[in-house]
């Protein structure tokens, strides 16, 4: 049994640092669902990463780097037909990031749906999609049918947003495509700028989400307030302060906290409106989650950037 199954983009963060006025760049495994497994594995669950890598340097070293966290790749290919993907990753003085991508027809994208067997979905409890994986027609295809197929087999499915304006070609409408995503999820997460940047300020979204079978919808805020949809109404909470330093994976960390405290409380799809419904379960894992994305954005990077349980327990405080 795999407790949380991550579809999507491995890829290379370039991360960027200024070493004696020049711009030096330093490779580091990242990309935001191979990110959420490792989350998931550092915390003590039990994950695995559906996807593919060249079989190339940065491909091995992405997968040999998932498996030293303890994420299973077993469902992970290296194609020899293609490269690496790679994410120049810059920070402004805020720890705040500017991306630059090279990913034309690389390895994640000519995954295939069929490359993923039924067995491993049966397997999942929870399976957890981006939106990156939504900006090509192909792999737009094959993520809407693993969607589906996820569902069939009783998994909860998880949607974050994660949208990245400069993967999507010039005349695309993502805004589409991620509502379709989203309306096949049971948990959904936005950021407050991805949604203005994609919905405006469109107050009836979260509702006409929840309309659509969307049974927990999430928007964060930085460091402001993150607030929770549920059937029985909204929820806010504050997340922890901190210093940010590098908020590349804090996201994912958050994501990864969040479905590693479903995962120990949830088998799949069929227990999750009885544990949403009972007082205190979701405001714990959100609070738990959001002291994962504050740990994560406390440091550089982004595999490297995620808390063990241990860590988390020293270093960041709970949220009140």
Not at 74 to 79: N, V
Request: net charge negative; with cysteine.
């Amino acid at each position: 049994m795999t407790d949380v199954l991550c579809f999507g983009e491995a890829l290379i963060d370039m991360r960027g640092e200024s070493v004696s006025g020049r711009q030096v760049y330093i490779p580091q495994p990242g990309g935001a669902p191979a990110n959420v497994a490792v989350g998931v594995a550092r915390l003590g669950g039990r994950s695995g990463f559906v996807g593919q890598v060249g079989a190339d340097v940065f491909g091995s070293d992405i997968v040999r780097a998932m498996v030293e966290h303890g994420v299973d790749v077993s469902l992970t290919r290296q194609a020899a037909e293609a490269m690496t993907a790679l994410a120049l990753v810059t920070l402004d003085p805020e720890g705040e990031r500017r991306f630059a991508f090279y990913r034309t027809e690389t390895a994640d994208m000519l995954y295939e749906s069929d490359m993923c067997p039924d067995e491993a979905l049966q397997r999942a409890g929870i399976v957890h999609f981006c939106s990156n994986t939504l900006t090509a027609p192909a792999i737009r295809e094959t993520t809407f049918s693993l969607m589906q197929r996820a569902r069939q087999h009783g998994c909860l499915v998880s949607f974050d947003v994660n949208y990245r304006h400069p993967l999507w070609p010039d005349g695309e409408a993502p805004a589409r495509h991620i509502l379709k995503a989203a309306k096949m999820a049971d948990i959904v997460k936005f950021s407050r700028e991805e949604l203005e940047a994609l919905f405006g300020d469109d107050a009836r979204l979260p509702h006409n989400l929840q309309a659509d079978n969307v049974r927990l919808l999430l928007v964060s805020d930085g460091a402001g307030p993150l607030v929770a949809y549920t059937p029985a109404g909204t929820l806010t909470l504050q997340p922890p302060v901190i210093e940010a330093k590098d908020t590349t994976a804090a996201g994912d960390s958050f994501v990864a906290g969040f479905l590693f405290m479903l995962g120990r409380h949830i088998g799949d799809n069929s227990a999750f409106g009885e544990w949403l419904g009972q007082p205190g379960n979701l405001e714990a894992a959100l609070a738990f989650a959001a002291r994962c994305g504050a740990f994560a954005a406390m440091h550089y990077g982004a595999f490297d950037a995620l808390p063990t349980f241990d860590q988390l327990q020293r270093l960041v405080p709970e949220t009140t």
